[in-house]
């Protein structure tokens, strides 16, 4: 159990501390002469929901690291709060900080169901696995609001297309009915993604995020109904959660889980900053080692962007913690396996068929 944890200086229900610098913008919002306000400057840490109209929603992944082919993502930006997410730094290319504001100004896309189907009308699309969601989390708290992973899903369904998705959300169970009728046909593979099981860390990396509790409840209901899930022990952060591993593995094998997947947390860009500024916050006494141990994970650096090393790391650290998970999975999860997926019932349905599903927007 970590216990050395300012609390009381940290932001609460959020997991950056600050806004960090947009390197694509030439101004930045400043506090050079405090002495000349007549009180201290705050930004406003409620969240705003943006729309946003892209021109296209599926995009191809060309990173091997990524087992899908493509990905898509309703929303951008994410609530959850999660410290160390790669994501962050995709914010400034919208304008916006990948510190508080990505958490706090979510850009929704109304129109993502209706660019999918399109993209999946195209004489050129051939069934593929589509991944929801590459970047941030489809099942994030604007999702009950927008319930646009519920139509793409809707989408998805119609055109027996499979997908892959990963969240860390409970909302996922809402759409249990979809998700049955897709694994009826070998179309859907769900990752659940349990970073700790004790409640106080997970409260200050992820603050807002479904407790390990809820997440292992999800797994065990997806399970029980046959959708084949696995855990994504994600991510390892050396000397903060890695001792973790072995438990996080049983506890999602005694709920169901068929196999499990992780990731080293690797720090780019701005989410170095964020980080950093955050974890000598929350546990002042372990910053500097943690720190350290991140760097030896990826030569010597916080920041990891090599295809085939930065998801999983190198050295001696990483090497033992990619053991750890072996031995655990093959403890724990022995002769279990997830269904390859079907993509030999693509088909296109009629228009008039599919325009039914957005009759009631």
Known sequence: MLKDRNTDKLLKGRGAQLNTKNKYLRNELVTEHIEGLDEPLELSHSTQYLLEYPKKMVNRIDSPDIPSDFSMNPYQGCEHGCVYCYARNTHQYWGYSAGLDFESKILVKPEAPKLL????????????????????????????????????LEVLLNFRNPVSMITKNQLILRDLDLLRELSSMNLVHVAVSITSLDESLRLQLEPRTATAANRLKVIETLSKNDIPTMVMVAPIIPGLNSHEIPAIVEAAANA???????????LNDAVAEIFTNWIHQAFPDKAEKVLHQIAECHGGKLSDSRFGTRMKGEGKIAESIRQLLHQSVNRFMTDRKIPPYNKSLFRIPSAFGQLNLFENE
């Open 256 to 266: 169901g889980a068929r196999n499990a997947g992780m990731t080293i947390v690797r």
């Open 117 to 152: 189907e399109a993209e999946l009308r195209k004489k050129s699309w051939k069934p593929a696995v589509i991944m929801l969601s590459g970047n941030t989390d489809c099942y994030q708290p604007a999702e009950r609001k927008w319930k646009l992973t519920r139509r793409m």
